[in-house]
């Protein structure tokens, strides 16, 4: 049974430019959510996703954004890129309600 | 505002002894406490969770202990073993939410032989 599973696992952009990460969630998992990882710091819950719609936000501007698909895999969209989007971009999936969030190794995103 | 904290950066025990990584909170609406063990340049694992309606849950060798009038919860692993050896992070989740979780900064363990 494959785990969460991110692509691609190392990104390097240009300010200004766009970048979409991707990610597959766990076997029988319908939602996704997205933290974002700066060095010496924990994840930061970005979004989340189920059945298709943003369901809660955390505190991050609209250059933010996200889509679930139908087979429940999810993409992460950053628009306009700053210095400082650079850092680990976690998913994590669960089944429902569950509390418990499962994660994949990561994207790292360097931003130039 | 920090909602979840973990104040100790780091920690250096013993093979064979008892690790014990503490965390504290201040947000009322936190209902599951959880616990999340991370390697370089690997995602966090998860490793044991507790409900706001417990004080304490335990997994062979990871007990978590949750003091919610001091809200206040430890990680205790015992026997340590060099392969705990990783950033623990602790995880809180609002309530009434899916698995929508603020985060500690982490604590390092190291296990020494």
Not at chain 1, 77 to 92: K, Q, T
Not at chain 2, 87 to 106: I, P
Request: charged content about 15%.
């Amino acid at each position: 049974d494959a785990g969460v599973t991110q692509s691609p696992t190392h990104l390097i952009k240009t300010r200004g430019q766009q970048v979409t990460l991707r990610c597959s969630p766990k076997s029988g998992h319908d939602t996704v959510s997205w933290y974002q990882q700066a060095l010496g710091q924990g994840p930061q819950f970005i979004f989340q996703y189920y059945e298709e719609e943003e369901r809660q936000r955390g505190n991050f501007p609209d250059r933010f954004s996200g889509h679930q698909f139908p087979n429940y895999s999810s993409e992460l969209n950053v628009n306009a890129l700053l210095l400082g989007d650079s850092a680990l971009y976690l998913c994590a999936s669960s089944p429902g309600t569950g509390a418990e969030a499962f994660f994949g190794q990561g994207t790292r995103l360097t931003v130039v | 505002d920090q909602q979840v904290k973990q104040n100790s950066p780091s920690l250096s025990v013993q093979e064979g002894r008892i690790s014990i990584l503490n965390c504290d909170y201040t947000n009322s609406m936190f209902d599951y406490f959880l616990w999340y063990k991370k390697y370089p340049a690997e995602g966090p694992t998860f490793l044991i969770s507790i409900s706001s309606i417990k004080d304490k849950n335990e997994d062979g060798r990871f007990t978590v202990f949750l003091n919610k009038s001091a809200k206040h919860l430890s990680l205790h692993i015992v026997p340590s073993q060099p392969g705990d050896s990783a950033v623990y992070f602790c995880a809180a989740r609002w309530s009434g939410t899916a698995s929508k979780l603020t985060f500690g900064t982490g604590t390092r363990l190291q296990v020494t032989l």
